[in-house]
């Protein structure tokens, strides 16, 4: 499973689910968000193997991975376009502070790895290494 898939979209869904609550009316306009997600995961999951069968050195047309890829790129368009344009918006428009603090509450957890408890931590462990490797390349290369 992809990022998006593990964190992004069940907080999404989460919201979601709350915005149904508070005015059912505007989701109804947007649709069927969770069905997107899910169209998402399978277009994800088709370019993965296209991807995989090109890198395992597979006969793969051009054309079909051109499809795939092209299939992928349109729907993530569509979706991040609705969610800009629609979701997030009625979502800012209709949940109040005890809505956001209830979702974020079943949102927080510590694995999450842009936003859980310990990333400060994992990016600074990061930060540190490429520094350490850019140290110790540029006394080896001599710059």
Known sequence: MSFPDLYHHPKEDLVFAQLKLRAPDVVEQIGDLRREH???AARTRELHAGLKAVFDEAHVP???FVRWVR???DLQERHMQMEETEFFPAALQYLGP???RELEAK???ADDPLF???VGERFETLRRSILRWQEEHRIQGGH
């Open 98 to 100: 005890d809505d956001w």
């Open 62 to 64: 051009r054309e079909a």
């Open 71 to 73: 299939a992928f790129i």
């Open 116 to 118: 859980g408890e310990r």
């Open 107 to 109: 949102m927080t957890t």
């Open 38 to 40: 899910e169209a998402l």
